[in-house]
């Protein structure tokens, strides 16, 4: 079992930034793949960004350029850095976690654990 903690969500004007971080339990951490995916109202859960075991990086192609996602294994947290928000990023974002290989970043279903989802509200 897993648990995952997001935080750093929440309103912020057209052009701004917020950092996104999502702490997870156990000692494997480093041995994780994690990701961001995220919901808005009526849509479905779609991808974000993912990091593998070896900080491999992906991103959707509506984030690139944009965001960036990172780890601390010491502390156990993926981060999020979203910058030139736009309206449309909107959502609940959640972060999870796949524990072994392989890794397909973008398939919900890979993942094995996720989180209660943090806010973001980007207003124009």
């Known amino acids: 079992q897993v648990t995952l903690v997001e935080s750093g969500g929440g309103l912020v004007q057209a052009g701004g930034s917020l950092r996104l971080s999502c702490t997870a339990s156990?000692?494997?951490?480093?041995?994780?793949?994690m990701a961001w995916f995220r919901q808005a109202p009526g849509k479905e859960r779609e991808f974000v960004a993912g990091?593998?075991?070896?900080?491999?990086?992906y991103y959707a192609d509506s984030v690139k350029g944009r965001f960036t996602i990172s780890r601390d294994n010491d502390k156990n947290t993926v981060y999020l850095q979203m910058n030139s928000l736009k309206p449309e990023d909107t959502a609940l974002y959640y972060c999870?976690?796949?524990?072994?290989?392989?890794?397909?970043?973008?398939?919900?279903?890979?993942?094995?654990?996720w989180g209660q989802g943090t806010q973001v509200t980007v207003s124009s």
């Open positions: 156990g000692r494997a951490f480093s041995s994780y793949a």
């Open positions: 990091i593998s075991w070896n900080s491999s990086t």
């Open positions: 999870a976690v796949r524990r072994a290989p392989p890794y397909r970043p973008a398939h919900r279903d890979a993942y094995d654990y």
